[in-house]
């Protein structure tokens, strides 16, 4: 009788241990699939998280080819915004193209033959916009707009523009909002810019300098590092355009900013503060 009640005390005891180790299994399988989506699945970019618009002109001087993002997650002005910037660029581009061709109309010569707007659709000048995002998640938007064309001139003509945006608290994120550590941020921003562009285009191989006039070689690294000096000054508007990532700032130049129309528009990126 005493050894069946010390065997059946003894069952329970391991019933309840085995129960007690299946609860908490469950419990913390429960708990790891709820947690990693939110935590471990979102990257910097999310899946559907915007979608690309397109918007065009019947216009007599010029041809479009204009995409721009709209973003799910932020509010009716942030997405208005972006949209508003887009229109107002093309409209720009529509008069000055109108005016161009207008005066190649008015001042052409002899033989010229060029018809008071154009005849084909190659005749036309051009517009163009597209985008590259950085991040568009649950927490942060932050893309690059890049734009431009031809509307006369030696040569066309392309621009950038930044917008970066707190989802969670549906504001505009400032250049200033990413260094509230750091009260002295523009001048981090222009020590760090000056040592990565003066390194990428100041610099002049052995080759080169055996192969060129050194008086030459001295006026070009002395005009581009007055350039980079002038463009990269600590001065918000500087620094305007840029993206951002968890680690990471990139600043994007414009066209001449930093040096001759040859270099481009150039790019830095450096570590957040």
């Known amino acids: 009788m005493k050894k069946n009640l010390i065997l059946v005390i003894f069952l329970i005891i391991i019933l309840i241990i085995i129960g007690f180790i299946f609860k908490n299994s469950n419990t913390k399988k429960g708990t790891s699939e709820t947690e ?12 559907d998280s915007y979608e690309t618009k397109t918007m065009n002109l019947d216009d007599p001087y010029s041809t479009f080819d204009v995409k721009y993002p709209y973003f799910k997650n932020a509010d009716v002005s942030f997405n208005a915004n972006v949209e508003t910037f ?10 000055n193209s109108a005016d161009s061709w207008q005066a190649r109309y008015n001042t052409q010569v002899r033989g010229d033959n060029i018809p008071k707007v ?15 995002i950085i991040q568009s998640n649950s927490s942060y938007i932050s893309f690059v707009l890049n734009y431009g064309g031809f509307s006369g001139g030696a040569h066309g003509y392309e ?3 930044s917008f970066s945006y707190d989802v969670k608290n549906k504001k505009v994120i400032e250049l200033e909002d990413l260094f509230t550590n750091n009260p002295d941020y523009l001048t981090y921003l222009s020590e760090q810019s000056r040592e990565i562009l003066k390194k990428e285009f100041a610099t002049v191989s052995e080759e080169d300098r055996k192969n060129s006039d050194p008086e030459a070689i001295k006026e070009y690294v002395d005009n581009i590092v007055s350039m980079i000096q002038e463009g990269t000054e600590p001065k918000a508007e500087n620094f305007s355009v840029f993206t951002f990532t968890p680690e990471k700032i990139k600043i994007y130049f414009a066209q001449y900013q930093v040096g001759p129309y040859v270099i481009g528009m150039p790019t830095v990126e450096v570590d957040r503060e």
């Open 159 to 161: 621009n950038k523009v």
């Open 118 to 132: 154009p005849a084909t659709t190659d005749d036309k000048f051009s517009f163009i916009s597209d985008f590259t």
């Open 86 to 95: 887009v229109k107002n660029k093309m409209d720009e581009h529509v008069k």
């Open 36 to 47: 990693k989506p939110l935590i471990l699945n979102e990257g910097l970019i999310v899946a």
